[in-house]
């Protein structure tokens, strides 16, 4: 079974900080990855992609993958209450992971 | 450019019953994708077409499922006959290629079903 797990949260943090959001998955062969948005109540937005080990940095977010662990991260750095969504991880089987809740509080 | 529209946006029947849930992609899209989002879950992919072709429909129970792409552009999904376990929003979408290569997803706004 093709898996992707992550935390389901909620993560709380303050704003200004850094939030960093993780997510694992079993397949090796997967090659990409991806990070969504959803608001509650909304559809999935695409924020970053990621396809070599490392870090890739798009404004105030970090996408980090580390394949020999089959882990990818993201940062988001000053965080903000329009951030406050799930975050969804994704591989480029077509597999989401269940997504963690993030709450930024003012 | 218009997104990706669905319709109903919402729909309300009983178990046994029949649906039917409607796609249209963006312009120009060769590839579609049907999710199945069940509330605190992440979507599930129930089929992928790539013009008016099959590419993956390993997850779609297909005794009670079925869709279409008519000419590669519209597709519709139904449900018959409905379950309890079937409520959740389905989730269009569509991107510009598919396959093995990079492809952005984007998504229509989703049909919220509920069976009772």
């Known amino acids: 079974q093709k898996e992707v797990e992550q935390n389901s949260g909620p993560l709380s943090v303050p704003e200004g900080a850094i939030a960093s959001l993780n997510c694992t998955y079993s397949?090796?062969?997967?090659?990409?990855f991806f990070w969504y948005r959803q608001y509650s109540g909304k559809s999935p937005e695409l924020i970053m992609s990621?396809?070599?080990?490392g870090d890739k940095e798009d404004g105030r977010f970090t996408a980090q993958l580390n394949k020999a662990s089959q882990y990818v991260s993201l940062l988001i750095r000053d965080s903000q209450p329009s951030d406050s969504a799930t975050y969804l991880c994704?591989?480029?089987?077509?597999?989401f992971g269940t997504g963690t809740r993030l709450q930024v509080f003012p | 450019e218009a997104g990706v529209a669905q319709s109903p946006r919402y729909k309300i029947i009983e178990k046994r019953q029949s649906v039917a849930f409607w796609c249209n992609p963006i312009?120009?899209?060769?590839?579609l994708y049907w999710y199945q989002q069940i509330l605190g879950q992440g979507p599930k992919l129930l089929i992928q077409?790539?013009?008016?072709?099959?590419?993956?429909d390993s997850q779609l129970p297909k005794d009670r499922f079925s869709a279409e792409r008519l000419k590669g552009v519209d597709s519709t999904l139904k449900i018959q006959p409905a379950k309890l376990e079937d409520s959740a929003v389905y989730l269009c979408?569509?991107?510009?290629?598919?396959?093995?290569?990079?492809?952005?997803?984007?998504f229509g706004p989703g049909t919220r079903l509920t069976v009772t």
């Open positions: 077409f790539q013009n008016n072709g099959v590419v993956d």
């Open positions: 994704v591989t480029d089987k077509l597999i």
């Open positions: 990621i396809y070599s080990n």
């Open positions: 979408a569509s991107s510009l290629r598919g396959g093995t290569g990079f492809y952005e997803q984007y």
């Open positions: 397949d090796r062969v997967s090659q990409s």
């Open positions: 312009s120009g899209h060769a590839t």
